[in-house]
């Protein structure tokens, strides 16, 4: 139960036999039919496609309201999946532009991936297509300005997770970009919480309980003690303290082998309904318990996954874990297995700063950051990256409309990259390209793809997720209120906390609770009640489409002033600025039983679907079923490898 649960460092539904494997329905929509219904109609946003926040365009990381995937970002990939992109008369314009390689999405993998290539042929000339109007994919940096002082925040790919366990090759490039780890341990703020005497807290929601109540905990974990004014009955309490502190055998007369197998066939919601019999109560408080790192409800989430990870309800089964990990747990539960790693890898922009430092390395004369210590307050000039002459240009606002071998012949010696400037295609040519984008656009993109592995590909669709930075004039309400975190059992946001204490030699967290900080909230949109993850991904991905930035503003003032009103809070004086970074296609779906049968023997979708095709090959944490910085590095490396 104590060991620490991680922050998805993330960087953007229908069991069945895979290999030929997602259903044809899948084919006219990013999700399809029993997993969150076809789509079918074309919808506009409400802010209108124009919009993509407030403030200075031409340095979006200080952008704030609606940001991530901005309206404009969309409007392109909704038209092609919409089937209206193609359907007038569109010219292409040929720019005469020849590359070595183009690469196609301007995130951690698609810039890992120029970054390996450039590697490989020095003088290779590159051009990367983004339809954001920032580079980084989910790994966005979030800017603010307190006193006249950057504060620097995320929108997406947190941290550098359990570095002990990334692959040779991703842990290479970190030392090629200077990252030293282990700085971490003096930068990163061990010690905060304990030296502001700030607890972990689940805040009772009245639209579940008949209450609003903020549960904080002792030493990070609830107890009787700090339970006892949640709006429970005396029995849910006792329930749940005797699931966490002293669960039972709930699996009685199985060997352990037995009890594992039994495990994978049951989501957690199921195991803790059907075998510890937890009351009605008990469900409802946990239900968002997985929601944070995983994407998705206790409903959806394997008990098998939930045993490895020691969460509540599991001590009474006497299973060893061993040393090597159980077969049937999911991807990365499996390669962090035994890592004990701190979450303390953390730029104050996240994992934008890996993207930085290989900006770099590729582009000269950009304001990319000479080390990791120069990297929080170096300001990227965004005029300097599509430059003509440069060995590696990178184009934003560029969405990719076309990719097809010349002439159509998959045996070809170069490929045709359409792209789209203000509603007019362009083309470039390339010897290679790479697909760093959502692998579920590539079927869009490349008409001539397999059947089979368009369906693949489908398959791959992202969860959809908010990352919200909130600037507030000070955290005197948290200190007050003795809390850094807080879960909420239901509402639009299911996270709400400090930013991370990490100080580097020329940026300095806050110091004391009269100072401005950054506050991180987290939406996981997937709808609840299927058993299947998939199933809520397309109409949590539409709720999230059709609300403009004042609904998600509403929402954050609501549940923060609920919150923390106790504590003196007053939103109208504290909440200084507002980021929502919107990421319709936000974590790539892992892997994981009950629902993922063909988990772990296969034939797996993102193995099936990341087909190398003539000379276009695939990349994207999609194409790796891992949501994590190091599975887009390691799509990277493999897609410039695999190249014909």
Known sequence: MHRKISRRDFMDGMAVAVGGAVAAGALSGCSAGSWGGIHNQVVNPPDGWNYSGAGNRSYPPAMTGLRGSANPAMRVPHQLRDGIYWSGRRSVEDTGERYDLVVVGAGI?????AYFYKQKKPDAKILILDNHDDFGGHARRNEFQANGRPLIGYGGSQSIEAPSVWSPVAKKLLTDLGIQVQKFDKYYDQNFNKRWKLNDSEFFTRELFHSDHLAVMENDTQTARSLAGAPMSDQA?????????????????????????????????EYLRDYAKMPPEVLSYMQTYTSDEWGFGIDAFGAIDSWALEYPGFGGLKLDRGKQPYRYCGP?????????????????????????????????????????????????????LDVAGNDVRLRLNAPCVRVQHKD?????????????????????????VVMACFNTMIPYLMQDLPKDQKQNLFYGTKLPMVYAMVQLRNWEAWEKLRIYHTRFTSGDWVVAELDYPVSFPDYQFSKDPSQPILVHMIRMATQSGYDNPRGGIGPGRRDLFARPFSSYERSIRDQLTRLLSGGGFDPAKDIQAITVNRWGHGYALEYGRPWATFWPDGPLPAVEGRRPFGRITIANSDSENRAYADAAIDAAWRAVNEMA
């Open 332 to 384: 990365t539960v499996q390669i962090q297995w035994n890592e004990n790693d701190p979450y303390i890898y953390h730029f104050p922009d996240g994992n934008n700063g890996i993207c930085k430092l290989m900006i770099g390395r590729l582009i000269p004369n950009t304001g990319a950051p000479e080390n990791m210590d120069a990297e929080p307050l170096s300001r990227i000039d965004y005029g300097k």
């Open 237 to 269: 309490k006792a329930a749940f303290l005797t699931l966490q502190d002293k669960p039972g055998d709930y699996l009685p007369g199985m060997s352990a082998e037995q009890k594992k197998l039994k495990l994978v066939d049951l989501t957690y919601l």
């Open 109 to 113: 993998s698609g810039l890992a991936a």
């Open 408 to 432: 159509g012949m998959v045996g070809a010696d170069e490929v045709e990259v359409d792209f789209d400037r203000g509603g007019k295609v362009y083309r470039a040519h390339a010897a290679h």
